[in-house]
């Protein structure tokens, strides 16, 4: 059971355009969000996280925009530059019973921008 | 920066061998994971450990387990690999508390022939 979709296996912009990635959960009880940015043969770093009490957080150009009723998060990048490709996972995190955090991560979606 | 090293970037084994990964992180973090990562299936966790000696079962655990003695070193252990646990594995760490960012290595892409 998929509790973080991403349901855009892939994306192409334009340098200089906006980059738009949308990510799905399912688990009302997830109260924290994160996105990171994979290149190929390193591992994932964070870049953006929001709090559940919020609904916007902006670092840069770089925007996380997070819709509650509809269960739905976006990533928005402006302007996109061409190091901007690469992987980008959505990662839900909430407490386990043990009060312990735990990540679960979508699927991904590659982004390819192009000068 | 946060530290997060992984002993090997590839690794071959053959079916039926013990395998081992390491892993170290320089930050003091309490908690360590084990992921690992296919195509079409994103990152899935396998163990993680929020203590010195202490480990839980992440969502995909069978045929693997964690040794965690020292805080700072965090250990996968592939008892018997079989051609499935051919894969990317990642190590991260965090610090304990909600929200955290987990910060990981650059991985270990492990061949089971």
């Known amino acids: 059971d998929q509790q973080v979709k991403q349901n855009s296996p892939s994306l192409s912009v334009q340098e200089g355009r906006i980059s738009i990635l949308n990510c799905d959960y399912t688990n009302s009880m997830f109260d924290y969000f994160l996105w990171y940015k994979k290149y190929p043969a390193e591992g994932p770093t964070f870049l953006i996280s929001?709090?559940?009490?919020?609904d916007k957080n902006e670092d840069g150009r770089f925007t996380v925009f997070l819709n509650k009723s509809a269960k739905h998060l976006s990533l928005h990048i402006v302007p996109s530059q061409p190091g901007d490709s690469a992987v980008y996972f959505c990662a839900a995190s909430g407490l386990k019973n043990t009060g312990f955090q735990k990540l679960v991560f979508g699927t991904g979606t590659r982004l390819l921008v192009s000068p | 920066d946060v530290k997060v090293t992984q002993s090997s970037r590839y690794l071959v084994k053959r079916t039926g061998e013990k395998v081992f990964l390491e892993c170290v992180q320089d930050m003091d973090h309490e908690n360590m994971f084990w992921y690992r990562q296919d195509p079409g299936l994103g990152l899935r966790l396998i163990y993680f450990s929020y203590d010195v000696k202490m480990k839980e079962k992440g969502d995909i655990p069978e045929g693997y387990s964690v040794s965690r003695e020292k805080k700072e070193r965090f250990s996968l252990i592939l008892e018997s690999a079989s051609t499935n646990q051919t894969s990317m594995y990642l190590c991260?760490?965090?610090?304990?508390?909600?929200?955290?960012?987990?910060?990981f290595g650059d991985g270990t892409r492990l061949s089971i022939l």
């Open positions: 929001i709090s559940s009490i919020k």
């Open positions: 991260a760490s965090s610090h304990g508390g909600n929200g955290q960012p987990q910060h």
